[in-house]
Each structure stands twice: as structure tokens, then as C-alpha cells.
């Protein structure tokens, strides 16, 4: 049966300019390329999700500018259910300036525009989709009250949510129990935990405040451990060859987003997210260097 996703969240138009390194305070240095492309944080995941076969809705706000407009034909064309976006009259779309150096690291500055403006009434008007789903994943790039609000909605109906606390922010612990799984990288969990410094298993841990809920560290090179009462697993991730490493985080929640909503076990479930997100790394640029299901398949049936 295929797969019903529901994503709450951003869409970013992504300036990106690749990089020998990145320029140090009040210093110039040469790009090397600069690329203009669909991003965002939601966005990538529903792209992720869309490409390994899910039915995927999209709740989220970009402007009545150029930019939205590109966004809502890159979604079509991905097959990206946009019934529920809205094109909000009064702010910008989202934008990302994002440097990427040689070695494939990156830094972003975002500016939300339009997602910060997401309201209930636009949540509110997709219950019936959101009713049907399998998961509903949200990210912390719309404002925080949303957050909250999209991940109550899905829990009254008791469907599974996942919680990409990405990027690193404080939530309510009201709003972070409201998450069936939390995935932080190391950075995020040291903020959403209020532990800096601490094991990564001894934060994880704080953030559990029912039986259900599993805390997933993505790890980057090494994997990603999910924590739970009573047990815990690093699963490692393939070896690749990496150009770009942005978007790492947005493939690996679609990719567990999908196989979680297959019913794939937690372990199988993070292998999956694992390759995906490890195909994401080794193209340049964010939804564009999602992978296709038939890639992921691959390269899991080429580890066994
Ligand atoms: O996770 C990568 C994304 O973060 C980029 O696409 C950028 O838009 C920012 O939201």
C-alpha cells in the first residue's frame, strides 16, 4: 500500500555559491558557482518523500512572487499534493543564501518570509488529509506555535508524527511530547535538550516523556541511534562519496517518514533513511539531489 505523508512546513528558495572555503569575518573570497534551486526544510523532506513513492501532501505558505511560483511547479511536477499551500498575500517567499566548500560542508542563513506566517485555518482546512495519512513530519522553519498546532491536530487523530527539530531551536516540552519520533542531529539535540556538552544518549533520554516515543540522532558519517526506554542502536550509514552535503538531514526524514509509514521496523527504518540521505550527499544542491526509490533500493540490496 503506498505510503500517506503529510508535511507541515517550509519551502526556501535556495541561493546557494560552492566554494573552495568559506570567507571568514570581513573577508571576500571567489565562488566558484552560484546555483539557484527549490529548497527548505518541509520542502525537501516532501520532495525525499515523494521520490521513494509516497503520497504526499504538503501544508505550508510561499508568496505570490516568482519564487512561489516556481515552487508550485517544481511540486507539481513531483507529483506533490499542493492543494493545501497557500500564497500568502502580505510576506515574501522564503529564501537560503547557503555556502558550500570544498569538502561539502555548508552554511545557511534563512529567511523565512511567507512560513513564518503558516496559520491553524491553513492546518485546519486539511484534516480530512491529515485524518488519512500514515504521518504527519514538521519541522521548526514555520513559526513554533504551528509546530505545536500540526502536531496536535495529527495526535487527535491519532495519527504518527515525526519532529525534525532542525533547525536547532527551544520548544515547549508540551509541544516535543506531542512527537512519536524526534530527530535531531548532535547540535539540535544539544539545544531542544538544554543539555550542551551532555551524552548524546543521556539527552536523547531527557526528551522522552512517554513509552511510544523514540528520539533518532542523525549522526552524520556514523549513522543515526535511535534512543527509547529500555533500548537504544547506532545504525551505521554507507560510505559515499560526498559533494554537498545540505539537504543530508531533509532526505533522511523523508526517507524515515516513508519506510516508518510501510511499516518497516525501527532499525530496517533508519538503514532506509540512511541511504537515502547518503544519495542526497553525493549531488549538489537539496530537493533537486533527493533519490529515487529505485536508488535507495539499490544501494540497500547492494549492502546486504
Ligand atoms: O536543510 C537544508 C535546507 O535548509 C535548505 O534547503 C535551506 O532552504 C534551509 O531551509
Given at each position: 500500500m503506498t505510503a500517506k505523508i503529510v508535511i507541515v512546513g517550509s519551502f526556501n528558495t535556495d541561493l546557494t555559491t560552492y566554494m573552495e572555503r568559506m570567507p571568514r569575518p570581513g573577508e571576500t573570497v571567489s565562488g566558484r558557482k552560484f546555483v539557484t534551486g527549490p529548497g527548505g526544510k518541509g520542502s525537501n523532506q516532501a520532495v525525499a518523500a515523494a521520490r521513494l513513492g509516497a503520497d504526499v501532501t504538503f501544508i505550508g505558505r510561499v508568496?505570490?512572487?516568482?519564487?512561489?511560483?516556481?515552487a508550485v511547479r517544481f511540486w507539481q511536477q513531483e507529483g506533490v499534493n499542493t492543494d493545501y499551500v497557500v500564497r500568502d498575500p502580505d510576506h515574501?517567499?522564503?529564501?537560503?543564501?547557503?555556502f558550500v566548500d570544498d569538502s561539502g560542508e555548508n552554511s545557511i542563513v534563512?529567511?523565512?518570509?511567507?512560513?513564518?506566517n503558516l496559520?491553524?485555518?491553513?492546518?485546519?482546512?486539511?484534516?480530512?488529509?491529515?485524518?488519512?495519512?500514515?504521518?504527519?513530519?514538521?519541522?521548526l522553519e514555520v513559526n513554533y506555535d504551528m509546530v505545536g498546532y500540526?502536531?496536535?491536530?495529527?495526535?487527535?487523530?491519532?495519527?504518527?508524527?515525526?519532529?525534525n527539530p532542525a533547525p536547532a531551536g527551544h520548544l515547549p516540552a508540551e509541544v516535543v511530547a506531542l512527537a512519536?519520533?524526534?530527530?535531531?542531529?548532535?547540535?539540535?539535540?544539544?539545544v531542544l535538550s538544554g543539555r550542551p556538552g551532555a551524552a548524546v544518549a543521556e539527552a536523547?533520554?531527557?526528551l522522552l516523556t512517554t513509552e511510544q516515543q523514540t528520539v533518532v540522532v542523525t549522526m552524520g558519517a556514523q549513522g543515526a541511534s535511535y534512543i527509547r526506554r529500555g533500548s537504544s542502536a547506532l545504525i551505521p550509514t554507507y560510505k559515499v562519496n560526498v559533494v554537498d552535503t545540505t539537504g543530508a538531514g531533509d532526505a533522511f526524514n523523508g526517507g524515515l517518514a516513508v519506510a516508518l509509514a510501510e511499516g518497516k521496523d525501527l532499525p530496517d527504518a533508519i538503514a532506509f533513511a540512511n541511504a537515502t540521505a547518503a544519495l542526497c550527499v553525493t549531488r549538489p544542491g537539496t530537493?533537486?539531489?533527493?533519490?529515487?526509490?529505485?536508488?535507495?533500493?539499490?544501494l540497500l540490496a547492494a549492502q546486504r
Open positions: 508568496g505570490q512572487d516568482a519564487f512561489g511560483d516556481q515574501a517567499t522564503g529564501v537560503a543564501p547557503i534563512v529567511v523565512l518570509g511567507a512560513n513564518l496559520k491553524p485555518s491553513d492546518v485546519d482546512s486539511a484534516a480530512a488529509v491529515i485524518a488519512r495519512a500514515d504521518v504527519l513530519l514538521t519541522q500540526a502536531l496536535k491536530a495529527a495526535k487527535q487523530q491519532g495519527i504518527r508524527t515525526i519532529l512519536d519520533y524526534i530527530t535531531p542531529n548532535e547540535t539540535e539535540l544539544e536523547a533520554r531527557s530537493a533537486p539531489s533527493m533519490p529515487t526509490r529505485v536508488e535507495v533500493d539499490e
